[in-house]
């Protein structure tokens, strides 16, 4: 992961829907209309900058992962390192120790909890007592509605079906090329647009 952002990156990771953004629109069109600089090189950087944003989620969702593992792992072991300390201080008749820094050690007691596992010997018979419950397939009525079949008209004063248009709003798509020796072109020369004055 790179460690200094590029300043159209800066820009992108700071929009919200609860901003403007204005201004991210005009530093855009900034870059498409500067004419010290030819088209390919700002397609990379505004590429690029995209890119960079993307390895940056895609870095912190393997960390998110490694870490989530790494803390149930501890957890797991700080839990059996309790109880082989509390084990050994058993065996030694200790119930307390004193600290300086720490008030104490203490132990707690031994528990049991009690759990009932249920299994079901004979579904049927359990059903017929009464122990069941339905709830309507939404996805069979779906796939019936879609296929605008005979069965819609059974369901039609039980059911409304209402339209919901969603809009999804053109996004730019970044196409990397294949791996072609791209190494040498460094994107640090590519990178030096002007600043906004």
């Keep these: ?4 952002n590029y300043a159209l990156q800066t820009q992108i990771e700071t929009l919200s829907e609860s901003k403007s953004q204005e201004f991210f629109k005009s530093y855009i069109q900034e870059i498409l209309e500067d004419d010290s600089k030819p088209y390919y090189q700002k397609a990379d950087y505004v590429g690029l900058s995209l890119n960079e944003l993307k390895n940056k989620i895609d870095y912190l ?3 998110i992962k490694e870490l989530q593992s790494l803390k149930q792992r501890l957890n797991e072991s700080l839990e059996i390192a309790k109880v082989l300390t509390a084990d050994v201080l058993i065996k030694n008749g200790v119930d307390r120790i004193d600290g300086t820094i ?3 050690l203490t132990l707690t007691k031994e528990s049991t909890t009690t759990k009932q596992k249920i299994t079901v010997k004979d579904e049927n018979a359990v059903m017929g007592l009464g122990y069941v419950k339905f709830s309507v397939d939404d996805e069979a009525i779906a796939k019936v509605v879609d296929e605008n079949s005979d069965a819609v008209k059974e369901l039609s004063e039980f059911i409304t079906v209402e339209k919901i248009e969603t809009t999804n709003p053109a996004k730019v798509k970044i196409n990397t090329k294949r791996a072609v020796n ?12 002007k600043q906004a004055s």
């Design 102 to 104: 720490l008030s104490s």
């Design 182 to 193: 791209n190494t040498a072109i460094t994107t640090d020369e590519i990178l030096q647009l």
């Design 1 to 4: 992961m790179k460690l200094i």
């Design 61 to 63: 969702s393997t960390n």
